[in-house]
């Protein structure tokens, strides 16, 4: 089945670690996103990218860190500048072309990290 | 910018009962919307969806009309079953091509009761 794979589902890291989050798609979309979710807070969007080697910051994009070497693959690196990383992270994706389809969004399961 | 408000959850209800999740938006130009489910522990899913001024969008009995006039977009259902206790996401799109970025509101918790 088609989908987005996001790994680790939980993940504890220590004050001042660099972590990286996986999000692999085999929907041949083009487009990926990283958003975040905090309680009562929403999404917010950090990075996303619509092409390989290519992304574009979002709105809360400072302390993080993205790269788009394959079409099926867009990790995100959590870095210690990130002053408040403990959150669910979320990955999604959704195809190149325009029209009403275009914005339909298929998202992974999410990745919880807690920073001790 | 663009921006969605959504009704304050949480929001509790009686097996059968019927659901009202308000949701108004702000937006310089024509804007799709949508509502997204998650369920607890899970990702978001597209629940249903509407491209322009008094399109329905509809799905496992949730319908929600796009009303440019109210800038609002609510979700309705008119029986609910435990089965339906999730968080509930408005959001809208800034444009039509791929990549386009969607902006999401708050999230409603519903719980429903059997």
């Known amino acids: 089945d088609g989908g987005i794979t996001q790994s680790p589902k939980y993940l504890f890291r220590k004050e001042g670690q660099n972590v990286t989050l996986s999000c692999e798609q085999n929907?041949?979309?083009?487009?990926m996103y990283w958003y975040r979710q905090d309680p009562g807070q929403g999404l917010r969007l950090i990075y996303y990218?619509?092409?390989?080697?290519?992304?574009q910051k979002g709105d809360i994009a400072e302390g993080y860190s993205v790269s788009r070497e394959k079409k099926e693959s867009f990790p995100l690196t959590v870095t210690s500048a990130q002053k408040n990383p403990t959150a669910f992270y979320l990955c999604?994706?959704?195809?190149?072309?325009?029209?009403?389809?275009?914005?339909?969004?298929?998202f992974g399961a999410g990745s919880r990290l807690t920073v001790l | 910018g663009n921006s969605v408000t959504q009704m304050e959850g949480p929001v509790t209800l009686s097996e059968e009962a019927f659901l009202t999740i308000n949701c108004t938006y702000t937006?310089?130009?024509?804007?799709?919307l949508f509502w997204y489910v998650q369920y607890p522990g899970e990702g978001l899913q597209l629940l249903l969806k509407?491209?322009?001024?008094?399109d329905k969008g509809s799905n496992k009995g949730f319908e929600a009309t796009y009303r440019k006039e109210t800038t609002s977009f609510h979700l309705e259902k008119g029986s609910v079953q435990v089965s339906d206790s999730a968080v509930y996401f408005c959001?809208?799109?800034?444009?039509?091509?791929?990549?386009?970025?969607?902006?999401f509101g708050e999230g409603t918790q519903l719980t429903v009761n059997p």
């Open positions: 959001a809208l799109s800034e444009g039509e091509t791929s990549g386009s970025r969607l902006t």
């Open positions: 509407a491209t322009k001024a008094d």
């Open positions: 990218s619509q092409i390989v080697n290519d992304f």
């Open positions: 999604a994706s959704s195809m190149r072309r325009r029209g009403a389809g275009a914005n339909v969004l298929t």
């Open positions: 929907l041949n979309h083009d487009a």
């Open positions: 937006a310089t130009g024509y804007p799709s």
